[in-house]
């Protein structure tokens, strides 16, 4: 159960009982769909973590692009490459738009929670299967990570879940370092007491969902599942299934920030805690001196 490249929702994908209408996976046209629903739940993520948030879309972004994270809005980057189709799914009375990878997992779904938006999902425009959401000219627009920004760092992470990152970190020119993964539970309980608001980045293959806020309440489970309700979203964080945790600096709206990297069994990349955008210097300087605080693993 550490694969992150898993499917993160119920049951195995091609078995699911359910009647899908391909629509445009393609940018601009992908995104002006998602934009048009109200009342999305929306989900993205592996075995090892996850992420469930309320709300509307913001406008999807791809690798290379500007991205923010705005309260209330669902963040969602893609990387075109890897998204091979979309769909509205229907079963058991709900409907969903599904983006799936070229073998057919699931990456990311939101599920439509209001009659007018499960309406609406029956105007996406239909295309013949076969249709390809890649864009190639995208990609070369990307800034290498070895100099780049925390933007550059988490597209890296999006091309391959961080694997040909990780295997050559040792060009990073930012600061970097491992940190003991059994402590960062117990930094999502302290930004919790302190009011110390966060952002998080959780990964699916091509895909990655983002919030940023208060986080409101923290849980675990025995077998080591932590759960934290962050703004508008619920993210789920499987400590069992994380073998490595790296905290890397690297420039952001307020300067170097700092970013806890959290590694699967097979190096993948399954979550990032970090401070996304503008979010005041106070917090800034309070989330830089609680990552200088972090022992190394």
């Known amino acids: 159960m550490t694969d992150q490249h898993g499917c993160a929702f119920e049951g195995c994908c091609p078995r699911r009982n359910t009647s899908a209408r391909l629509i445009d996976p393609r940018m601009p046209e992908l995104a002006r769909c998602l934009t048009?629903?109200?009342?999305?739940q929306a989900v993205t993520g592996g075995p090892v973590a996850r992420i469930d948030q309320a709300g509307s879309y913001a406008v999807p972004s791809l690798r290379g692009d500007a991205f923010a994270v705005h309260p209330g809005e669902i963040a969602l980057r893609?990387?075109?490459?890897?998204?091979?189709?979309a769909v509205v799914?229907?079963?058991?009375?709900?409907?969903?738009?599904?983006?799936?990878?070229?073998?057919?997992?699931?990456?990311?779904?939101?599920?439509?929670?209001?009659?007018?938006?499960r309406l609406l999902a029956g105007l996406a425009p239909t295309v013949h299967a076969g249709s390809t959401a890649v864009t190639p000219s995208r990609v070369r627009d990307v800034p290498a990570w070895e100099n780049g920004d925390q933007l550059a760092q988490l597209d890296a992470i999006l091309a391959d879940g961080g694997l040909a990152r990780r295997a050559a970190f040792d060009r990073y020119r930012g600061e970097h370092r491992d940190i003991d993964v059994d402590v960062v539970p117990a930094v999502l309980d302290h930004v919790c007491s302190v009011g110390l608001p966060i952002g998080v980045a959780v990964f699916a293959p091509s895909a990655m969902q983002a919030c940023g806020g208060l986080v409101h309440v923290t849980d675990r489970t025995t077998g080591g599942r932590v759960f934290a309700a962050i703004a508008r979203s619920s993210v789920e964080i499987d400590f069992a299934g994380v073998r490595a945790c790296r905290l890397v600096r690297s420039t952001a709206a307020h300067g170097p920030t700092s970013a806890l990297e959290l590694d699967d069994a097979d190096g993948r990349c399954a979550a990032v805690l970090t401070q996304f955008g503008i979010v005041g210097e106070q917090v800034h300087t309070a989330w830089e001196h609680l990552a200088a605080s972090l022992p190394a693993a």
């Open 36 to 40: 048009l629903f109200q009342y999305v």
């Open 78 to 85: 893609l990387d075109a490459d890897g998204v091979d189709t």
């Open 89 to 117: 799914a229907r079963d058991e009375g709900s409907v969903a738009v599904r983006l799936l990878d070229a073998e057919g997992r699931i990456v990311h779904e939101g599920r439509l929670l209001s009659d007018g938006d």
